[in-house]
């Protein structure tokens, strides 16, 4: 079985390899020449993925083109931001193929979830599904036991995508709530920072769980308005993927917030990163989608507030705690 793979990121290439194991033929789009050319060398992702020898069954190109002509089942993984422009590339090639997204994000500007970007640039002709869920792409790579929810309103595709991907290390579940699915896959990345930041001000155990909590009711609300499903938030995508982001220690978003509350400023920081910190981007987005749609969302207010307003990180926690007193549920 042969399957495209557009984008060489970490989480890109730890699909690529997981499939591979799997007996699959991969052939991965590359965007950055100088990666290209070490990946054509030595098989190794020495930018995103190092330690991981890729094998045989693994090859390159730096033609996207390449891509939809190799196979009928495509896996797109560029970040958030080059979503639309990348597939915009081969927009005519993508339409009629099986597509399953592995990129978590809100598009700034049109506040769409990503399946609805590769709806537009394939004027709805491509069958589209996304997988999302707590799953560190160094663990994949190494082979250790992930679980994760492919989600399409296309019921087929989904088991599909299940089948194809699913292996005895990579368990896959099926979801009916893209909307659902992919918003707690976009929002776990924002409230990872201010995980980040709870942890690196160290303020306990207390708070951090007190965080977790309120970002998770955060989510929901934000959910019930585009219309997800209440249930598909405690699941994988969601609480699964909540917990794993905050907590872990290969979380690139909370190492982000981590180093905010060192008093880096945030422009500093990304532009000394090699990996994309998606919750940046994702936290300007979802933050202008909450005023268009009217609803409370202060800890997404707040990150977006100290990211890029560069509020002061104290006075952020003190707005937060002097709130005026609510039911929980609000």
């Keep these: 079985m042969k399957i495209g793979l557009i984008g060489a990121g970490a989480w890109g290439t730890a699909f690529a390899l997981h ?9 991965v789009w590359v965007f950055e020449k100088d990666l290209f050319d070490i990946l054509k060398k030595t098989g190794e992702n020495s930018y995103y993925l190092p330690g991981f020898i890729l094998p045989g069954n693994i090859t390159f190109t730096d033609n996207i083109k390449d891509v939809p002509e190799f196979s009928g089942d495509i896996i797109i993984a560029p970040p958030s931001f080059a979503l639309r422009n990348t597939a915009g590339v081969i927009s005519e090639g993508l339409e009629d193929k099986n597509i399953l997204i592995l990129t978590k994000g809100i598009e700034n500007g049109t506040h769409l979830l990503m399946s609805d970007v590769i709806g537009e640039v394939t004027h709805g002709k491509a069958r589209v599904a996304s997988l999302s869920g707590p799953s560190f792409a160094k663990e994949v790579a190494e082979g250790l036991f992930t679980s994760a929810v492919v989600a399409s309103k296309d019921k087929e595709l989904a088991l599909y995508f299940q089948k194809t991907i699913h292996s005895n290390t990579f368990r896959v579940y099926t979801s009916d709530d893209p909307v659902g699915v992919e918003l707690g896959g976009a929002m776990k990345n924002i409230m990872a920072i201010g995980a980040g930041i709870i942890q690196g001000l160290d303020l306990g155990t207390n708070t951090l769980a007190a965080y977790i909590t309120r970002s998770l009711a955060e989510l929901k609300r934000l959910g019930k308005a585009l219309g997800a499903k209440e249930t598909t938030f405690m699941g994988l995508s969601g609480m699964g993927d909540l917990i794993l982001t905050s907590y872990g220690k290969l979380s690139r978003n909370r190492l982000f917030g981590i180093e905010l509350a060192q008093g880096k ?58 709130r005026d007193y609510k039911e929980e549920d609000q």
Aim: proline content about 1%.
């Design 19 to 27: 499939l591979a194991r799997t007996g699959k033929e991969i052939l």
């Design 265 to 322: 400023g945030a422009s500093d920081i990304i532009g000394h990163q090699k990996s994309v910190v998606e919750g940046y981007y994702t936290v300007n987005a979802a933050y202008s989608l909450s005023k268009r749609l009217g609803i409370d969302m202060p800890i997404t207010e707040e990150l977006y507030r100290i990211i890029y307003e560069g509020k002061d990180i104290q006075a952020s926690l003190q707005d937060i705690i002097s």
